[in-house]
Nanobody, 119 residues
Framework: QVQLVESGGGLVQAGGSLRLSCAAS????????IGWYRQAPGKQRELVAG???????NYSGSVKGRITISRDAAKNTIYLQMNSLKPEDTAVYYC?????????????WGQGTQVTVSS
């Protein structure tokens, strides 16, 4: 089992910044890929940004240039630096990881952290 714990959400004015963190913990695992999704009220969950164990990152077109995903592999932690936030960025942000165990794999989600951007 792997636990993903997110932090860093909150209320910010449009144009402001927030930094989200997601820490993975467990035993005998490695992260194959990890990223951030978000879900706004009444909308489907969507990918925001992801990063592979090789360090390759990808971004949703709606956040490209404003949001940066990074990782600290030694700490099994990823970060989402969000700048120039817009009201449409308001959502619950979830961390997701594809994890490898000896002989198996798993897909894990965090509990989510609320990001609210006021206009």
């Amino acid at each position: 089992q792997v636990q993903l714990v997110e932090s860093g959400g909150g209320l910010v004015q449009a144009g402001g910044s927030l930094r989200l963190s997601c820490a993975a913990s467990g035993t005998s695992f490695s992260i194959n890929a990890i990223g951030w999704y978000r879900q706004a009220p009444g909308k489907q969950r969507e990918l925001v940004a992801g990063i592979t164990n090789g360090g390759r990152s990808n971004y949703s077109g709606s956040v490209k240039g404003r949001i940066t995903i990074s990782r600290d592999a030694a700490k099994n932690t990823i970060y989402l630096q969000m700048n120039s936030l817009k009201p449409e960025d308001t959502a619950v942000y979830y961390c997701n990881a594809v994890v490898l165990f000896p002989g198996s794999s798993g897909d894990y989600w965090g509990q989510g952290t609320q990001v609210t951007v006021s206009s």
